[in-house]
Structures are given as structure tokens and as C-alpha cells.
């Protein structure tokens, strides 16, 4: 149980990390989430990693894995939830490669400590004080089906709590999806880029953080037609540097616009989109997202009726 709690402190404090550090770099240098994130995790895994190893027994490589993988992948599928503009204008490429290639360079540093000590160690308890070899006594043939097992109890956990997350705001969006109906297409536009301005946005973390910051500071790019429509597009590049270079390019996008029947206003999307099409991608996303966390959640009933039932089993026959 106090493996399993680790485990998931452990998944938890990347996630944490994952999400503040790119908060901080979206408001800085976009530069600082890959320089700041591989440094905290691996601080933490070797710190944390030593305690639980000393007094609970716990593998480091599991410790790894459940926050490189567990954590990690979380760590993404919530990134993109509560920004979905990354998978734009290949964000999440600029954003997935260079904090990967800093991760990988920052592992190799720590396995390469690690594997020095394990040899120094091993050197060192090679032989006892009068000189014969020493033996060590056979591990118990289970051992790594039980480690296999509380990895899956972590990771199960991990992922019913976020299929729950998903669902909810997947029912929510398919809710207040409005209809292609309720939309007016008012053709495809160029857009070019004319200036940066930084807005004072509601700042969404919680905590301590949000009582002190309620507010936070984003850099917005603001591009216009040049037809004369006076149609505008913002694109929120969070990073100054990110949208002084937007502004210093000049390229331009072209769009199309889709008027809200029902307030006046307008949005704008990709040009090869139409209100058909648009608002059948946002059904299908939120479609994907109840779909696949209720199949998790049903799975994961599934699972708890079978272990159930054959616990009642086994201490039927004893």
C-alpha cells in the first residue's frame, strides 16, 4: 500500500511540475519548459527515489517508469485538453521535440550516476573482509509479479480518475455544441499579423498561486484582413519572444469566418473547414472522449466484478 501511495505521489508530482513549468514558460519563454521540466523530475526521482528505495523497498526502475510513462503520458492528454490550440501551426511538435531531446540527455546523465555507484558497490561487496566471495540469497520467484501488479493497481488509478475528468467535460461539450444551423458563412479571408499586445487574462491555477497572482499576463497577436471587412483574428502565443517573431514574419493565414446567428459575433477556423464540417470535428473529439473514458470506467467495473468474483471463489474452495 505505502508503494502503491509512493507510486502515485510520484505520478502526481510530474504532472504538477509538467503543467506549472509550462504555465510559467507560456507566460516567459516558451525555452524554460524544456530546460526547467527534465531538471525538477530528475531531481525529484533522485531524491525521492533514494528515500523510497531505502525505506520502502521500492524499485527505482518501476519509480522511472511510472513517472515517465504513467505520469508523462497524463501529463500530455491534460496539456492538451486545456490548450487545444497546440495541435495548431505544429505547437506541440515545437513544444514535444525539444523538451524530449533535454529529457534524454538528463536521463543518460543520472543512469550513468546511477550505474557508476551500482558498480562501485558491487566492486566494493564483491568480496568480505577476509577476502572469499560473497553470495547473495535467491529472490523470491514472485517478486516481479507482485511489482507487475501494484504497477498496474497505479496506473489503473490513475487513468479512472482521469476518464472520469474526460467524461465530465466531454458530456459538457457535447451539450453546448451549437449546430451548423446556428452559424453564417461569410467566405475565406487572409489574415496578416499587425501587432503584439500583452492582456491581463484570469489566471486558472488554484492554490496559493491563484489567492496571490488572480490574474496572469499573456502576449497576444493580432491579425486583420486586408479586404477591408475588418475581420480580426487573435492568436494567444502566451511567450513574448513567440509573438514578437509571429509579428516579425508577417505571414500571412487564411481563414474562414463563421458568424454566430444568434449573438452577432463571429469565429474564425481553418480555411478548409466549413460550419458542417467544423462543428462535426468538435462532435467527434467530445464523442472520442466519452467514448473512450466510459469504455475505460466499464472495463475497469469489469475488471473489479472478476477479481471480486473469484476472491469469492478462492475462499470457497479453502
Same mark, same amino acid.
Given at each position: 500500500?505505502?508503494?502503491?501511495? =509512493?507510486?502515485?505521489?510520484?505520478?502526481? +508530482?510530474?504532472?504538477?511540475?509538467?503543467?506549472?513549468?509550462?504555465?510559467?514558460?507560456?507566460?516567459h @519563454?516558451?525555452?524554460? +519548459?524544456?530546460?526547467?521540466?527534465p531538471l525538477?523530475?530528475?531531481?525529484?526521482f533522485?531524491? =525521492?527515489?533514494?528515500?523510497f528505495?531505502?525505506?520502502?523497498?521500492?524499485?527505482?526502475?518501476?519509480?522511472?517508469?511510472?513517472?515517465?510513462?504513467?505520469?508523462?503520458?497524463?501529463s500530455?492528454? %491534460? %496539456?492538451?485538453v486545456?490548450?487545444p490550440?497546440?495541435?495548431?501551426?505544429?505547437?506541440?511538435?515545437?513544444?514535444?521535440?525539444?523538451?524530449t531531446?533535454?529529457?534524454?540527455?538528463?536521463?543518460?546523465?543520472?543512469?550513468?550516476?546511477?550505474?557508476c555507484?551500482?558498480l562501485?558497490?558491487?566492486?566494493?561487496g564483491s568480496?568480505?573482509?577476509?577476502?572469499?566471495?560473497?553470495?547473495?540469497?535467491?529472490k523470491r520467484?514472485?517478486?516481479?509479479?507482485?511489482?507487475?501488479? &501494484?504497477i498496474v493497481?497505479?496506473?489503473?488509478?490513475?487513468?479512472?480518475?482521469?476518464?472520469?475528468? +474526460?467524461?465530465?467535460?466531454?458530456?459538457k461539450?457535447?451539450?453546448?455544441?451549437?449546430?451548423?444551423?446556428?452559424?453564417?458563412?461569410?467566405?475565406?479571408h487572409?489574415?496578416?499579423?499587425?501587432?503584439?499586445?500583452?492582456?491581463?487574462?484570469?489566471?486558472?491555477?488554484? &492554490?496559493?498561486?491563484? /489567492? %496571490?497572482?488572480?490574474?496572469?499576463?499573456?502576449?497576444?497577436?493580432?491579425?486583420?484582413?486586408?479586404?477591408?471587412?475588418?475581420?480580426?483574428?487573435?492568436? @494567444?502565443?502566451?511567450?513574448?519572444?513567440?509573438?514578437?517573431?509571429? %509579428? =516579425?514574419?508577417?505571414?500571412?493565414?487564411?481563414? /474562414?469566418v463563421?458568424?454566430?446567428?444568434?449573438?452577432?459575433?463571429?469565429?474564425?477556423?481553418?480555411?478548409?473547414l466549413t460550419? @458542417?464540417?467544423y462543428?462535426?470535428? !468538435?462532435? !467527434?473529439?467530445? +464523442?472520442?472522449?466519452?467514448?473512450?473514458?466510459?469504455?475505460?470506467?466499464?472495463?475497469?467495473?469489469?475488471?473489479?466484478?472478476?477479481?471480486?468474483?473469484?476472491?469469492?471463489?478462492?475462499?470457497?474452495?479453502?
Amino acid at each position: 500500500m505505502k508503494k502503491a501511495a =509512493a507510486l502515485i505521489l510520484s505520478a502526481l +508530482f510530474y504532472i504538477a511540475a509538467f503543467m506549472l513549468t509550462f504555465l510559467y514558460a507560456k507566460e516567459h @519563454d516558451i525555452r524554460f +519548459f524544456s530546460h526547467l521540466l527534465p531538471l525538477l523530475v530528475a531531481t525529484y526521482f533522485v531524491i =525521492a527515489g533514494n528515500i523510497f528505495a531505502h525505506r520502502l523497498g521500492l524499485n527505482r526502475w518501476f519509480l522511472w517508469l511510472i513517472m515517465n510513462v504513467g505520469g508523462g503520458m497524463c501529463s500530455w492528454i %491534460l %496539456l492538451i485538453v486545456c490548450f487545444p490550440m497546440i495541435l495548431f501551426n505544429a505547437g506541440i511538435i515545437l513544444i514535444f521535440l525539444p523538451v524530449t531531446a533535454v529529457f534524454g540527455v538528463v536521463w543518460a546523465v543520472v543512469g550513468i550516476g546511477f550505474l557508476c555507484v551500482w558498480l562501485r558497490k558491487r566492486r566494493a561487496g564483491s568480496t568480505d573482509s577476509t577476502g572469499q566471495p560473497s553470495f547473495s540469497s535467491p529472490k523470491r520467484t514472485g517478486a516481479w509479479k507482485e511489482k507487475l501488479t &501494484g504497477i498496474v493497481r497505479v496506473v489503473g488509478v490513475i487513468g479512472l480518475v482521469l476518464s472520469m475528468a +474526460f467524461l465530465y467535460v466531454g458530456v459538457k461539450g457535447i451539450a453546448t455544441v451549437r449546430p451548423a444551423s446556428g452559424y453564417e458563412d461569410m467566405g475565406v479571408h487572409t489574415f496578416s499579423p499587425y501587432q503584439v499586445l500583452p492582456v491581463s487574462v484570469e489566471n486558472t491555477s488554484t &492554490g496559493r498561486d491563484k /489567492r %496571490l497572482n488572480p490574474t496572469k499576463t499573456v502576449y497576444v497577436v493580432y491579425c486583420q484582413t486586408l479586404d477591408g471587412t475588418g475581420y480580426r483574428w487573435e492568436v @494567444d502565443t502566451g511567450s513574448k519572444s513567440e509573438a514578437n517573431r509571429i %509579428l =516579425a514574419a508577417g505571414e500571412s493565414v487564411e481563414r /474562414r469566418v463563421l458568424s454566430i446567428k444568434e449573438t452577432g459575433k463571429y469565429i474564425t477556423v481553418g480555411a478548409e473547414l466549413t460550419a @458542417d464540417t467544423y462543428v462535426e470535428g !468538435q462532435k !467527434q473529439r467530445y +464523442f472520442w472522449m466519452v467514448g473512450l473514458s466510459g469504455g475505460y470506467l466499464v472495463l475497469c467495473l469489469a475488471g473489479w466484478v472478476v477479481v471480486k468474483q473469484s476472491q469469492k471463489k478462492d475462499n470457497g474452495t479453502r
